[in-house]
C-alpha cells in the first residue's frame, strides 16, 4: 500500500483536510481516505462524503479523452488539435454573424473542478459572451441581491465561536457547509451557555438536537421571521447603540414591525407565539448569533423576502463583523456579480427583458431565451462543470433548447446528460490531478495522478 498523501476534499466549500492512499492497476484509484489530524482547519474531520471521491474522480461516467457528435447523435473521439480548433472556429463565427451576445454561458467550476471558472472570465471576453448563468441562479440570487444591498456583499457566519446558531431551511447535520459540521454541532448542543434554534417544517437530524425547532408551515417562514423581528422591536431587543453606529435606515424599518401582528403572523406560520418570543429573547441576550439560510427556504415561496427578513434579524441584534457572528469572506473568484458586462449591459435577458441578479440569467427562463425566431436569441452554449439539461426544472424544455442551438460545447469531467447533447465534450482535469499540455499527437487524458498538500 502506497503511503499516505495530504489533499483535500472537494465535495462541499469546506474542503476539509483529508489524507488519501492511492493504489490500483494504475495507481490512479483513491484506495483509502481519512481525516487529516494536521489540517488547521477541519482538525481530522471527514463527513461521510469524502468515502465517495473514489467514485466521482474514476467512475464510469468519467471523461479522458475530447469527444465530437456525430450526425446520427454517436460520439467518436478526436485529438485535442482538432477539438480545439474546431470548437473556436465555430464559436467565433457565431460571434462574427450574429455578436458574442448571442453566445451564452452556464456553470463557472463545479465541484468536479472550480478552476475553469475562474479562466471562463477570458474566454467569454474574448468570445465578447455577456450573458450567463448558473445553478446558484435557482436559488441564490435572491439572497445575493439582499447581501449586496444591505451588506455589500455575501456574508458567512462563525458557527464555532457563536452563543446562538439559527439554521433557516438548512439541515447541516448531513448537507455541512460549516466547518467540522456534526462536532460543531454537537458542542452547540451540548453546551449549557450556548443554544441552537433551527425553523424547518421537518423534524430534521438537526432541528432533533436543537434547543427550540420552530416548526413552520411549509412555506410560511416570511409569517414567520416577520414576527420574530417584530418581537425584537416591539419588545425593544434591538441593539441600538450598534445600529447607531453601523448601520442607517431603522426609521423607516420600524414602523413596519411596530404595527405587525405577532399573534396573527404566528398562527399563518403554524409556529405558537410563545415559543417565537422565546427564540427573539434567546437571539437578543446573546454575545454573539450565526445564521445560515439554505435551499429549504431559498427554493420556496416568498424566497428573497425571507433572505431580507433573515439579515434585519442578523442586523438588528449587531451580530455583524464579530467574533461568533456574521462577517464578509474575501474570494479569490467571485460566483456572483452585480455589475457585470458594463453599464449595465447584462442588467435585463435579451429576449423575455428578465432582470439579472448578480450577473446571472435567471434559470427558468434561458429555454426561452433559446426557443424564438427573436433576433438577439442566444445562438451557442459553453456550458463548463454544469448539467442544465438534468439539474434545471422543466428539463424536458430545457432539452428542446439544447437541442435547437447551433452550438453546445461541454466542458466537464463526466459524460453528463447535458454532455450527451452537446456538438463537443471537453474533458477537463479533477481537483485532484495536475493538467499538463497534450502533445498534438496524442489523444491520451491530458492528466497526471497527483495528490500534493494543498
Known sequence: MSEWKSTACIL???????????????????????GDDAHPASQGYACEKPSRLDFYQNGPHRLTKPLRRRADG??????????????????????????????????????????????????????????????????KTGEFWVAAKMLGSYPRADFEHCEVALFIGKNPWFSHSI???????????????????????????????????????PGMDAFLLAALVAVLVQESLLARDWIAAHAEGLERVLPHFEQLSVADYCKRSGVPEELVREAARRIASAASLATFEDLGVQMNRHSTLVSYLHKLVVLLTGNFGKKGAAYLPTAFVPLASGDEGGSGAARRTPVTGSRVIGGLTPCNVIPEEILTDHPKRFRAMLVESGNPAHSLADSARMRDALAALELVVVIDVAFTETARLAHYVLPVASQFERPRRPSSTSSSPTTTSTCARR
Open 12 to 34: 462541499c466549500e469546506c474542503n476539509c483536510g483529508i489524507e488519501v492512499q492511492l493504489g490500483g492497476a494504475d495507481g490512479r484509484r483513491l484506495v483509502k481516505v481519512r
Open 74 to 139: 454517436s460520439f467518436e473521439e478526436i485529438d485535442w488539435d482538432t477539438a480545439i480548433r474546431e470548437v473556436a472556429a465555430r464559436f467565433a463565427a457565431i460571434r462574427d454573424e450574429h455578436g458574442g451576445e448571442s453566445i451564452f454561458y452556464y456553470g463557472g467550476g463545479g465541484q468536479g473542478n472550480h478552476l475553469p471558472g475562474a479562466y471562463g472570465r477570458s474566454t467569454r471576453a474574448l468570445l465578447g459572451s455577456l450573458h450567463r448563468s448558473s445553478a446558484l441562479a435557482q436559488e
Open 179 to 217: 466547518p467540522r459540521a456534526r462536532i460543531t454541532l454537537r458542542e452547540i448542543a451540548n453546551d449549557p451557555k450556548r443554544s441552537l434554534i433551527v425553523i424547518d417544517p421537518r423534524r430534521s437530524e438537526t432541528a432533533e438536537i436543537a434547543d427550540i425547532h420552530l416548526q413552520v408551515k
